[in-house]
């Protein structure tokens, strides 16, 4: 090369001086960039970290919320663990029945504290109490002596009492009377929440259902037992809010499921019985129903003597509903009671015969067929006629 090559050119020195440089250079350039990638990555995974932590903690806050609820238990009550019962069914029936606040949650909790052999008995226990309590509780062997009593839907306080007395040998049938005021002597032991001042009886305030009763149960215990669950049902179907929903209060609710039990022989008629009872308090008509002539009457009477009889319960003679509840009615009943189907459209074929512009309304009905149903009408004109079919028919 000439030497008048200017110096200060870089492409003029020797190569191998000018590559380490350019390799230095890219170092320090791919090193700024990785580090950028890292504290990027690093963020993003901070980032992450938070809120599976922020998630984690959320669900272990709810969870210690299922497992031990805020604010201290409730007075203790007695649970019934049937002989049916297996871990799932009995953890339903302890959220539905207020125990537990989640069912599943429940069961987790058992299976990682070694699980539960479900024995059948009475286990006292304190609604929202802490689970790791219920579950001890639980495993402590019920009481020994343990007797099935099943009373069915629409069962009085009479046929309850004389059903404990077959089956139950530690309870006699006229002390149940006596505790639950269905006699004279003594006005009830126990009181429901529903159950006025004024009335003695826990007529139609026992809730019909299968029992489990141990030998050393008094009568008082077994109707405290009973009466508590009604309530329990009550609460879940929204009878404490009746005067609200229907405008009537908790017990006159009762009365009118009773004389539903008593009267619907299939589950489709209910709403539109309980319907019919409505229409004919708000009109001030007298509700005519057969079942209430029969409480506490000879069954064998003819008909004709027991619309005859100056009775409180007879509703042929005296509008509004009966004194007290005819029956013990279950939950379906009590559903239909609060729930009455509505009228009529009037495009239905049983508002044709009314042309004066009145209001179609279901206040008549009589049993149509053997199997139970009944026919509806919204004039007696219809009402007499399905009468006459029912007769024609053999089944009044």
């Not at 320090?28 to 990638?37: E, P, Y």
């Not at 609460?235 to 009537?248: A, F, K, P, W, Y």
């Amino acid at each position: 090369m000439s030497s008048d090559t200017p110096s200060g050119n870089e492409f003029t020195k020797d190569p191998y001086q000018v590559l380490p440089k350019i390799r230095v250079a890219m170092s320090a350039n791919g090193t700024s960039l990785n580090r950028k990638i890292v504290n990027r990555l690093a963020l993003g995974l901070v980032a992450v970290l938070a809120v599976v932590s922020v998630a984690y903690g959320g669900y272990q806050y709810w969870y210690l919320r299922q497992v031990n609820p805020p604010g201290d238990p409730s007075a203790a009550e007695i649970f019934t663990v049937t002989e049916t019962d297996d871990l799932v069914s009995m953890s339903k029936r302890l959220e539905q029945e207020g125990f537990i606040v989640n069912d599943s949650v429940f069961r987790s909790y058992v299976s990682s504290k070694g699980g539960l052999e479900v024995a059948a008995g009475f286990y006292t226990l304190k609604p929202h109490d802490h689970v790791g309590n219920i579950l001890r509780v639980l495993r402590t062997p019920p009481n020994e002596t343990v007797t099935k009593v099943t009373f069915p839907e629409g069962f009085t306080l009479e046929q309850m009492a004389q059903r404990i007395g077959e089956v139950v040998k530690s309870v006699k049938e006229s002390d149940f009377l006596t505790k639950t005021g269905d006699t004279v002597t003594e006005i009830s032991a126990v009181r429901s929440v529903y159950q006025p001042d004024a009335v003695s009886s826990l007529e139609g305030l026992l809730f019909p259902d299968t029992y489990l009763i141990s030998g050393d149960q008094t009568a008082t215990q077994v109707a405290q037992q009973m009466l508590k669950l009604m309530e329990r049902v009550g609460r879940q179907e929204g009878l404490d809010d009746s005067i609200n929903t229907v405008g009537l209060s908790p017990y006159e609710v009762l009365t009118i499921a009773s004389i539903i039990e008593r009267e619907a022989k299939v589950p489709e008629d209910r709403a539109k019985i309980s319907r019919v009872i409505y229409n004919r308090l708000s009109l001030g008509m007298p509700l005519e129903v057969d079942a209430t002539l029969l409480y506490k009457q000879n069954p064998d009477i003819p008909f004709v003597e027991l619309k005859a009889i100056d009775s409180p319960y007879n509703s042929y003679l005296y509008p509004g509903l009966p004194p007290t509840p005819i029956a013990n009615p279950g939950r379906a009943a009590i559903n239909a009671a609060l729930n009455p189907a509505p009228n009529p459209s009037s495009g239905d074929p049983i508002c044709r015969e009314i042309t004066d512009g009145s209001p179609c309304l279901y206040l008549y009905y009589v049993l149509s067929d053997k199997d139970g149903h009944h026919k509806f009408a919204a004039t007696l004109t219809q009402h007499q006629a399905n009468v006459q079919a029912a007769i024609i028919a053999g089944v009044l």
